[in-house]
């Protein structure tokens, strides 16, 4: 029988935050308990005393007392609420490291394979001549920015580089990173500039965070609305596709049977029957297809799953 694996930095550190959490819920529910007590006590005690004038001595020190307790409750909820604010922070520095180390393991891979590159391009120039250099290889990758590159793909028709996939593997890596070290700093940062770099601020060009872009951290702390996993993000994208793909085969089928019944009919309208429509359809039931296998791979299925 094996035990559990050692919790993670960040699961140490969450557990930290609900803990710090119930902490102040425990401390504010004593408060407004004792406020309650104290208010019933307050709207009663002129009865008390007039029923019962042994037990009115004893109602002054009996409200002093709730007044005391729920003070000290209320302020022993205030003095955790910097722990939490610590907490968080100290889950979201903690998936900051582990994006870290993912984003050093990732540049690692692209500059490997930057190298690589480099020595096959510059055999195949020694051996053919005039082909094309390192830079402009390195130009061709950077001229696609890396938030549109996710996995296998295709641009403009044609199969996206591997240099291409990596080097949104790092950018990825990269705005997590920023995303999650802002946060922890106070900044409510919402956009990523042309340049990479994250903002505050909407416009000018910036592109606003999508579901994808948010740190798992910023679910489990609540920083995001309309939590979901990233798992559910998937089988979503996967559901889309799948709709996709049966509208376009709808297209492809009834654009099929009008060109069978022209064909069938034969003369002029046969001859003048226009199959750009029917081959344009078949060419966007294609690229669904491929959307569709490439979110079902996202999701761990394979291609004939989905």
Avoid: C
Avoid at 108 to 115: E, G, N
Avoid at 127 to 138: M, N, P, T, V
Avoid at 139 to 146: K, T
Avoid at 263 to 288: H, I, N, S, V
Wanted: proline content about 5%; charged content about 25%; cysteine-free.
């Amino acid at each position: 029988m094996t035990g559990r694996a050692p919790q993670t930095p960040r699961e140490t550190a969450l557990a930290a935050y609900h803990e710090a959490q119930n902490t102040v819920a425990t401390w504010s529910g004593r408060a407004a308990s004792h406020r309650q007590e104290l208010l019933a006590l307050e709207s009663t005690a002129g009865t008390i005393a007039l029923d019962n004038m042994s037990a009115a001595a004893a109602i002054p020190k009996k409200l002093q007392t709730l007044r005391d307790h729920a003070e000290m409750a209320a302020k022993a909820s205030m003095a955790a609420e910097p722990r939490v604010a610590a907490a968080r922070r100290a889950v979201l520095l903690a998936e900051a490291d582990e994006w870290g180390v993912e984003l050093v393991k990732r540049q690692t891979t692209l500059d490997k394979h930057r190298a690589r590159t480099g020595e096959l391009l510059g055999a195949l120039l020694e051996h053919e001549g005039r082909f094309i250099s390192l830079q402009e290889a390195d130009l061709l990758v950077s001229s696609v920015p890396p938030d549109m590159v996710v996995g296998p793909s295709l641009l403009n028709g044609a199969p996206v580089l591997k240099s291409q996939a990596l080097r949104a593997a790092v950018a990825e890596a990269k705005l997590k990173v920023a995303i999650l070290r802002a946060y922890a700093d106070g900044r409510p940062v919402r956009a990523v500039t042309p340049q990479g770099e994250v903002t505050e601020t909407l416009g000018w060009g910036n592109r606003a965070f999508g579901p994808q872009d948010w740190p798992e951290s910023m679910y489990d702390l609540g920083l995001v609305a309309g939590s979901v996993s990233l798992r559910d993000q998937a089988q979503a994208n996967v559901d889309a596709t799948r709709r996709i793909v049966d509208e376009a085969q709808a297209v492809v089928d009834r654009l099929t049977a009008e060109a069978e019944a022209a064909a069938a009919a034969g003369g002029p309208a046969g001859a003048m029957f226009d199959r750009q429509p029917l081959t344009d359809a078949e060419r966007a039931l294609e690229l669904a297809i491929s959307y569709r296998d490439n979110a079902a791979r996202a999701l761990g299925l394979t291609p004939a799953a989905a």
